[in-house]
C-alpha cells in the first residue's frame, strides 16, 4: 500500500475493518502495513498525529496502532485528544522505550494493549484482532440503543408513564391506579408500547427499558 498524507476516511458502505497506524519511523510503517494487508486487513498509515486527526473519526470497526513517543503530539497526548473528541477507537501503543508508569497511563486511559518494539508478527496480529472485534461490539450496542430510543421517542407521554411503570412489574391494575386511569386504558396503552416499541413480549419490553435507563418516575397527572 502506498502511504497518503492525508487519506480518505473509510466509505461508510464499506464495513471492512481498517487498521490506522501512527509512527515516524518509516521503515516500521511498511513492515506493518505488509502484516496487516497480509491477513486482508485494510490499512492507512500516517507519520504524526496531526495527520491522523485530519483524516477524520473512522465509519467502519477498526483500531489504531499508536508509536507512543512521536515527534510533536505524542502517543499519549493523542490518545487524551481522541478520548475528549469522543472517538473511541481501541489504542494498541507500540514503542521501544516503555516503561511502567507509562504503560500504567496507557491502560488507565483505555488502551487495548502495550507492546515492545521489537513486536512479534503475530503478538500485534492477535491484538489488532481483539481490538477490532471490541470495536465492532461497541459500535453494534451503540446501534441497539440508538435503534431503542428512536422507537422510544416515538412513545406519547402517557405511553413512557406506562411504559415506566409495567417495566418496574407493576400489574394493569396497578398501573390504572397510579395514573388514575381504567385498567382497559391501561391494557390499550400497554399494546401500543408493545407495537411501537417493536417488544415481542414483557422480558423484551424490560430489556428495552434497561438499555435505556428508564427508572420508575412519578407519573404526570395529564391524561
Excluded: W
Excluded at 418496574?168 to 388514575?180: D, F, H, I, R, T
Aim: hydrophobic content about 40%; charged content about 25%.
Amino acid at each position: 500500500m502506498t502511504e497518503r498524507a492525508k487519506p480518505s476516511p473509510p466509505k461508510a458502505n464499506d464495513d471492512q475493518p481498517i487498521v490506522f497506524i501512527v509512527d515516524d519511523d518509516a521503515s516500521m510503517r511498511r513492515a506493518l502495513t505488509n502484516l496487516f494487508e497480509s491477513v486482508g486487513l485494510r490499512v492507512e498509515a500516517f507519520g504524526s498525529a496531526p495527520q491522523l486527526l485530519q483524516s477524520g473519526p473512522p465509519e467502519v470497526p477498526s483500531c489504531l496502532v499508536l508509536d507512543i513517543r512521536l515527534p510533536g503530539l505524542s502517543g499519549l497526548d493523542l490518545q487524551a485528544d481522541l478520548t475528549r473528541a469522543n472517538i473511541h477507537t481501541p489504542i494498541i501503543f507500540i514503542t521501544g522505550h516503555g516503561d511502567i508508569p507509562m504503560t500504567v497511563r496507557a491502560m488507565k486511559s483505555g488502551a487495548v494493549d502495550f507492546l515492545t518494539k521489537p513486536v512479534r508478527d503475530q503478538d500485534i496480529l492477535d491484538a489488532v484482532q481483539a481490538a477490532i472485534e471490541r470495536d465492532r461490539k461497541r459500535r453494534d450496542l451503540e446501534k441497539t440503543v440508538s435503534d431503542v430510543r428512536c422507537r422510544f421517542e416515538s412513545l406519547t407521554s402517557r405511553e413512557r408513564d406506562v411504559l415506566s411503570l409495567v417495566t418496574s412489574g407493576l400489574m394493569n391494575k396497578q398501573v390504572a391506579s397510579e395514573l388514575q386511569l381504567a385498567e382497559i386504558t391501561v391494557k390499550i396503552y400497554r399494546g401500543q408500547i408493545m407495537r411501537k416499541m417493536g417488544a415481542k413480549s414483557l422480558a423484551d419490553l424490560v430489556r428495552m427499558a434497561e438499555t435505556l435507563g428508564i427508572r420508575r418516575t412519578k407519573p404526570n397527572v395529564q391524561t
